[in-house]
């Protein structure tokens, strides 16, 4: 009787400390590239996960330089979400010194999100240095497609339930809410930038394709003369030439983090409306991906 007693008082003990350990169980560590990914993985991971990204606010990712604190987060992760498409190359160097065997190419810490991605601008020529910035695996700029939104949480919660199987139902359930989210809520974003596709538009850089793809939007040129390439006057009084020539209504539209001023100036030359908007999240109180596209949506409409 004793030692039924014994027996029963190990297996409540046992019961509970398994309890214990889910209740404390320490949450993934998710390392994303931008606040863009990080604010996906959150609404996929929820509270299973802890989750930071390399790059604050909106960025030219061109110009990043890693950083030490950079290598800490890299080597504590056991996820690592990355863009990919040679647009985030410098991260190759990150995860060499963080000597994170987890987050390696091909281990499951490893997600290159662009893999289920439809690319778009594929160059179909030999490239050579005189294309300027042309990006040999497409235009890297596919989260500014919130469709893209809903493959990037798809391919985070399919690594998460295989990093953490036991909680497959939550982020299955939570990826299902996002998905809907997105549907609810473009819907009603392209109703606000239905009046948009017959404008004229002009953007600074090739930030924009998979933005204009969803939303039926057309560039007919762009600041730069090519890829990279800083704004020519040449160019400029090209561009101002040809877009005088119509009547349509006129639209110059930049990401925030190049020069204000020249397409500014630009715009009134052409009696174009103007818009500068960052294009992460992260910046002017922008705080989650759907909020990106609610920000974007207002500030190009208004």
Known sequence: MYYNKFKHLL????????????????????????????????????????????????????????KPSMVMMVRKADLLIRLGMDQDSWIDGLIQVARNNKIFFGKNGYLDCS???????????????????????????YWLNPNNGKIIAK????????????????YSKNYTSFARKIDIKLNEWQKRMAPYKDFQIVTYHKVWPYFFDVFELHAIGELEPLPGIPPTSRHLMSLETMLKKT??????????????????????????????VPINVGSLGIKSYIGLFDYLVEEITK
């Open 155 to 170: 391919e985070i919660r399919d690594r998460l339930i295989i990093l953490d199987p036991k909680n497959e139902q939550f």
């Open 115 to 141: 893999h289920e991605i439809k690319k778009l601008e594929i160059p179909t020529t030999n490239i050579d240095g005189n294309m300027g910035d042309v990006h040999k695996s497409g235009n890297p700029h």
């Open 11 to 66: 297996s409540v003990v046992f019961i509970l400390t398994c309890l214990m350990g889910n209740l404390y169980a320490s949450p993934l560590k998710v390392v994303a590239i931008t606040e863009d990914f990080a604010s996906i993985a959150t609404s996929i991971g929820g509270d299973k996960i802890e989750v930071k990204s390399l790059v604050k606010g909106s960025r030219n990712l061109h110009d990043i330089n890693p």
């Open 247 to 276: 009547n349509s209504h006129k639209l110059v539209l930049s990401a925030s983090f190049y020069p204000r001023q020249v397409g500014e100036s630009f715009s009134k030359k052409i009696d174009a409306k103007y818009a500068s």
